[in-house]
């Protein structure tokens, strides 16, 4: 199974017949226009990337939750893939606002499993990390079509998903926020975790320590890959960089993870955007 990251949460799996997409944010507005602009899918950036990585079979989208970073390309993919673009009634709303077909969207709410092509995809209710500055309407949700040019505040969270993905022989669990739902894990396993670490170098030592036993702990992954370190408000087309130090220490998150992975004999993985893996 190949699987190729495009930074925050995006994740493209391809066993070879078919492909399913996780997320998708290509477009990576600045900063200065999050908090006083608006945008729209950069389309020759995300249409380039796609051709690259040879996006042609793509069968389903799965959005985790309806901020921009996880959402704001989604309906342009859709709508040049053909794919089946699957979420929370918020994501669908932003699909609904970029033109994307009724025929071509799949509501969940949390618990429904999903078979597609080779894949079997199921949809966990899980919890977005702490708010901050940037991201405060935790809850809210988007109750109408989001129509591109949108202001990014106006892709709120909606709810928040993670995702355990069984094709072949590999099983693999994204979670893609740093927070976790006490208990949920209980008896789900996974080869491969792909974990959401923003806000980890923040935390105290007792949440770092719960939070590690309520995910890694308890799904037993030989290959921890972190998600939600670089900073999505850099475009794919310059260097990789850590999330803005007013956010986090990324250097600190990922130290605090090897270490922890280090102490119980898994392996660790930083994986940048724009390449791919075998797992």
Known sequence: MKVTFFGTTTLLFDDGADQVLFDAHFTRPSLPRYIFGSASTDEATA????????????????ISHSHHDHVMDAPFVANRTGATLYGSSSALNVARGGGVGENKLVAFRGGETFAVGGYEVTVLPSL????????????????APLKQPAR???????????????AREVTALIRPSFNYVEGQLDGVRADVLFLG??????????TEARFFAETVEKVGPRLVIPLHWD??????????RGMPRLVEKTEL????????????????LVQLPRTSVEI
């Not at 249409?47 to 793509?58: K, N, S």
């Not at 909606?158 to 995702?163: E, H, I, R, V």
């Not at 670490?197 to 007792?206: Q, R």
């Open 47 to 62: 249409g380039a990337l796609l051709d690259a990585h040879h996006v042609d079979r793509l069968r389903a989208i799965f």
């Open 128 to 143: 977005h990390s702490r708010p901050t500055i940037l991201n405060n309407d935790l809850g809210m949700t988007i109750d």
């Open 152 to 166: 990014l505040r106006s892709y709120r969270e909606g709810g928040l998903f993670d995702f355990l993905v069984k």
């Open 197 to 206: 670490i923003a806000g980890l170098a923040k935390a105290d030592e007792a």
């Open 231 to 240: 900073n999505f408000f850099s475009p794919l087309g310059r260097p990789a």
């Open 253 to 268: 998150a990922f130290f605090r993870l090897v270490k922890y992975c280090e102490a119980h004999d898994i392996d660790c």
